[in-house]
């Protein structure tokens, strides 16, 4: 069975740092581009990040360009998000989502989320 | 970066009515679209993708249509299970974008 498994959500103080995981299994995760997309509380969805299956290719949205860091590490079967500067407007939960096999650029599925809260 | 504009924001409608939401792109986007459901508590199901080509088990009352900048997602009877947020997606290129969503209530 694919599973997606998010960590590393809490409570920060504007201007903290976070790192969020995601492991994976019931798949060949060196196979398949990884996503981040996020979600504020009652609000709509919004894709954060890319990476490649290689790491080759690696995208973000402007809202986050230069504070997040998208990476993985195939021989962990883990994706990882590391977000500095962190805002009252990152406040969310982060879901990792991994392409289709098949349909390229589609993501296909999710996991059930971490809560990253950015509070004083 | 290709801004999604859904409408209706959000719709009410009778079981077994016909109910279309549309999304326009910013740009042209051929037909690199995608429709998401999502009922509250739950991650997003893909519905749609390649603007009409529905995924695997999703009940044939929805469809999609439309190409470049407009695109069309349609139940064509309203079931109480379709209550949920619906969105489109543009995966045309990277930022990948999500229209703002669609919420689908029974009246």
């Known amino acids: 069975e694919v599973q997606l498994v998010e960590s590393g959500g809490g409570l920060v103080k504007p201007g903290g740092s976070l790192r969020l995981s995601c492991a994976a299994s019931?798949?060949?995760?060196?196979?398949?581009?990884m996503n981040w997309v996020r979600q504020a509380p009652g609000k709509g969805l919004e894709w954060v990040s890319s990476?490649?299956?290689?790491?080759?290719?690696?995208y973000y949205a402007d809202s986050v360009k230069g504070r997040f860091t998208i990476s993985r590490d195939n021989a962990k079967n883990s994706l990882y998000l590391q977000m500095n500067s962190l805002r009252a407007e990152d406040t969310a939960v982060y879901y990792c989502?991994?392409?289709?096999?098949?349909?390229?650029?589609?993501?296909?599925?999710w996991g059930q989320g971490t809560l990253v809260t950015v509070s004083s | 970066d290709i801004q999604m504009t859904q409408s209706p924001s959000s719709l009410s409608a009778s079981v077994g009515d016909r109910v279309t939401i549309t999304c326009r792109a910013s740009?042209?986007?051929?037909?690199?679209l995608a429709w998401f459901q999502q009922k509250p508590g739950k991650v997003p199901k893909l519905l749609i993708y390649?603007?009409?080509t529905s995924q695997s088990g999703v009940p044939s009352r929805f469809s999609g249509s439309g190409s470049g900048t407009d695109f069309t997602l349609t139940i064509s009877s309203l079931q109480p299970e379709d209550v949920a947020t619906y969105y489109c997606?543009?995966?045309?290129?990277?930022?990948?974008?999500f229209g703002q969503g669609t919420k689908v209530e029974i009246k």
């Open positions: 997606h543009n995966y045309n290129s990277a930022p990948r974008t």
């Open positions: 989502a991994r392409d289709s096999p098949t349909i390229i650029g589609v993501v296909i599925t």
């Open positions: 990476i490649s299956s290689s790491s080759s290719y690696i």
């Open positions: 019931g798949f060949t995760f060196s196979n398949y581009n």
């Open positions: 390649a603007a009409s």
């Open positions: 740009q042209g986007i051929s037909n690199y």
